[in-house]
């Protein structure tokens, strides 16, 4: 949006420069592909003359800079790209005003400038680092002037020394010549660390302002030495300035790149424009004050030729915030007010609008009223004077970090006895999600081992010889044992056999049922008699079914002990068959039985159930059951999890947690390796001992490298520290083991009798302070700091 009292024209193509007439009635653009003369109406331009005809249109039409002549109405003057200086008539009859060309920089010209008082003078500067003088008289050059530099920016005539001219190159100096003297300048100064691209001279002070590649404005006084006065900071590359009319304080810039609007400052507030003019595109190319203060010109890439009225202008100091707070790090507050605040300025409310995201009002051109804006250019420089309070944390509760960083463990014992301590100190400062994340390490990490099953009694030796009575085994839980030498006739086949235990209350049962009776009631009995079966009587006829049906597994997972007492009722039946109901026996006994199961096959069939066997009970009672294995669970892996956490907490910025989880893990902390990679794991831990150290939590940082496990981080245990000495005095940095030279010519004082030392001076080499030697002997030999009461141990040697 263009403001009212703004007019604008638009261009055959973007000018690189524009220059006013004398009376500030006309003005001139140039460029690549335009040049023309306009007349400055009240309220449009209207355009005067074309230079850019003709039927040969070379590089001589193709301009950098242009220049008008202060004193003759009609000349011009332009640099081109060719290297050529151009001198134009608009007082020349024809279509054709060229007047005169001068070929003899070697390199393109960068800028043209007339003498303020003399008309026939003009000087040149060029990329050949060269300065050429011509005369306009005699159509030749008077002077060629030299700079040992690189390419030459801009040239400006003194107005306070008329045969002075300053010079600026890319490489960051300006020059002082002489225009009567070309064999030396009069002064070199390096004024900014990158090149300079322009210059210009105050109207009433001697004061020179440059614009730099650096983001700065410079203004120096040049009445005697170069000295800098003043320093303006920017946001880009400044690439034009010019000092306003009739404000001794106030020059306008524009930027070389990225920012497209106007700025003018105040030299004496330099952070912060005092009106700013954002009706450009594209970034500026030039700007030219008329001689009234309140009216400028500017040029741009954008086609277009701005007339900007001051009272037009935006001003961003009344959107600033005027206040700021900032916290540190051991939790002070410092508050900056402003030492003489801007009054409450009247501004049209129309002019407002509201940005998104500020969620506050900012003015924009033509907000403030003629009376406002005068009020502010008045009170703008005493605005940037600030009030500094600062409030000191002293009784506070500590904080938390600080706090749990001197209480948590590192090393010394296992992971989860660490984790549970530091999970303890972590909810005692009411860091409940770090405590939590220190439960989780214990949980996955502490598992203890499995429990043992008890031991159980060995059977009796076996008895001298077995019994031949046949006994029916119920493959309940029965050890087996083999003798080693003793074999039996079983009987029945002739065959030797081996003997098998039966408990003492089993066989009781079974001599109940039977009527059977042993030669001890219970023990060894021969295997064959135990096993028998008569094939010729036994019936060896198939059920429906060759093995009983298995029942299905209910729809809820049994417990242990359900599954364990179903075994039992079932009257012992093994897992793998049953005897068949319908076998019988000869002898006395006749009754068949399986083989009793292995101890080893005794778990559930369920999936997910633990091992159960039963002690060795007494006789005539069951015995109790115990778990040989825990039950399954579900494999979760906790590896990525937590490490998906600890990202997460060093996200929200709590390293500390991060470091230290990875530090306690120990052993187990290569499971986290492929989600973590060593990148930045070694961040973690710089930055949690950084933050240590800027704590003053020297052995807990040394701690922290130490336990380390990145060559990157352990290493720095092994680089040398250094102490730096300063002048109690002065507070300067002094050498070691020597005095400070700035404080050396002065009378040294005694610290503790503040006399001046006429004899033997004994300092401290930590703190630098001493005295008279006997006084510095009685006092060590009563106190351990330093009598200059900076809190230094001192020691003399």
Request: charged share 20%; with cysteine; net charge neutral.
């Amino acid at each position: 949006m263009i403001p009212s009292n703004t007019i604008c024209v638009s261009e055959e193509g973007p000018a690189n420069a524009l220059a006013l007439n004398k009376d500030a009635t006309q003005v001139v653009i140039a460029g690549r592909n335009v040049f023309k003369v306009f007349s400055i109406e009240e309220n449009d331009f209207t355009e005067v003359c074309n230079l850019r005809v003709g039927k040969n249109l070379n590089l001589n039409f193709s301009s950098i800079d242009v220049a008008w002549s202060t004193i003759e109405e009609n000349t011009l003057a332009t640099a081109a790209t060719n290297g050529a200086v151009v001198v134009w008539n608009l007082g020349r009859s024809g279509r054709s005003k060229q007047e005169h060309v001068f070929s003899d920089h070697k390199r393109t010209v960068n800028k043209v400038s007339f003498h303020l008082t003399e008309p026939a003078l003009l000087i040149s500067g060029s990329q050949d680092g060269m300065m050429k003088c011509f005369d306009l008289r005699m159509k030749e050059v008077a002077r060629t002037f030299i700079s040992n530099t690189e390419s030459i920016r801009d040239v400006q005539f003194s107005p306070h020394q008329a045969h002075t001219f300053a010079a600026v190159s890319e490489n960051g100096n300006v020059q002082l010549w002489d225009v009567r003297r070309h064999e030396r300048c009069l002064q070199q100064f390096t004024a900014h660390s990158g090149p300079v691209f322009a210059c210009d001279w105050h109207s009433e002070m001697p004061w020179l302002a440059t614009a730099s590649r650096d983001k700065t404005i410079k203004v120096w006084d040049i009445h005697a030495k170069p000295n800098l006065e003043h320093t303006i900071y920017t946001i880009a590359s400044v690439g034009h300035v010019k000092w306003r009319p009739q404000k001794k304080y106030q020059v306008a810039s524009c930027a070389l790149v990225l920012d497209c609007a106007v700025h003018v400052w105040d030299v004496r507030r330099p952070h912060v424009p005092l009106a700013t003019f954002a009706e450009h595109r594209d970034v500026t190319t030039a700007i030219a004050w008329q001689n009234d203060p309140n009216t400028f010109l500017s040029t741009s890439r954008d086609c277009s030729l701005y007339r900007h009225r001051f009272s037009e202008a935006a001003h961003p100091v009344l959107w600033a915030n005027p206040h700021g707070v900032c916290v540190s790090a051991r939790g002070d507050v410092t508050h900056a007010a402003p030492d003489c605040p801007l009054p409450a300025l009247h501004t049209n409310p129309a002019s407002d609008r509201y940005v998104p995201g500020l969620g506050r009002k900012q003015p924009t051109a033509g907000s403030l009223r003629p009376q406002a804006q005068a009020a502010l250019e008045r009170l703008f420089p005493g605005g940037a004077a600030s009030v500094l309070t600062r409030y000191s944390g002293e009784g506070r509760p500590p904080c938390c970090v600080v706090a749990c960083a001197k209480e948590y463990k590192m090393r010394g014992l296992p992971t989860h006895e660490l984790a549970e301590h530091n999970a303890k100190v972590a909810r005692a400062y009411n860091r409940h999600m770090v405590g939590h994340v220190w439960e989780v390490v214990r949980c996955v990490y502490g598992r203890p081992p499995p429990r043992e099953p008890p031991e159980r009694e060995p059977p009796p030796p076996p008895p001298a010889h077995t019994n031949s009575n046949a006994v029916e085994e119920e493959p309940l839980e029965e050890v087996e044992q083999w003798a080693e030498t003793q074999f039996h006739n079983s009987g029945v086949l002739g065959m030797p056999t081996l003997s098998i235990y039966i408990p003492p209350h089993k066989y009781k049962i079974r001599h109940d049922a039977t009527g059977a009776c042993g030669p001890e009631g219970s023990g060894w009995v021969s295997a064959a008699s135990a096993h028998y079966v008569d094939v010729e009587t036994a019936d060896w006829t198939l059920p429906e079914e060759a093995f009983p049906l298995r029942a299905p597994p209910p729809a809820h997972q049994p417990s242990i002990l359900d599954t364990t007492h179903g075994r039992a009722a079932a009257g012992g039946a093994s897992p793998g068959g049953s005897s068949s109901p319908g076998s019988g026996s000869s002898g006395s006994n006749g009754s068949a039985c399986t083989a009793p199961p292995n101890l080893e096959q005794t778990s559930s069939a369920y999936p997910g159930a633990a091992t159960l066997c039963r002690a060795q009970p007494e006789e005539g009672e069951s015995g109790p059951l115990w778990v040989v294995h825990e039950a399954l669970r579900p494999h979760v892996e906790p590896a990525p999890l937590l490490a998906l956490a600890l990202r997460h907490h060093a996200d929200l910025g709590d390293v500390q947690t991060a470091a230290l989880v990875m530090i306690v893990l120990h052993e187990h902390r290569s499971d986290l390796f492929p989600y973590i990679d060593e990148g930045l794991q070694e961040h973690w831990l710089l930055g949690y001992i950084e933050f240590l150290q800027k704590h003053k939590l020297w052995n807990v940082a040394t701690e922290v490298v130490r336990c380390a496990w990145l060559s990157s981080v352990w290493s720095l245990s092994q680089q040398s520290s250094s102490v730096t000495v300063c002048c109690g005095r002065c507070g300067r940095r002094a050498r070691p083991r020597a005095m400070c030279d700035r404080c050396l010519p002065h009378p040294d004082l005694c610290a503790v009798c503040r006399q001046v030392v006429r004899g033997l001076y004994a300092w401290c080499q930590g703190c630098s302070h001493g005295g008279h030697l006997e006084h510095m002997r009685q006092w060590m030999e009563k106190h351990q700091l330093c009598p200059a009461g900076c809190g230094h141990h001192c020691q003399l040697g």
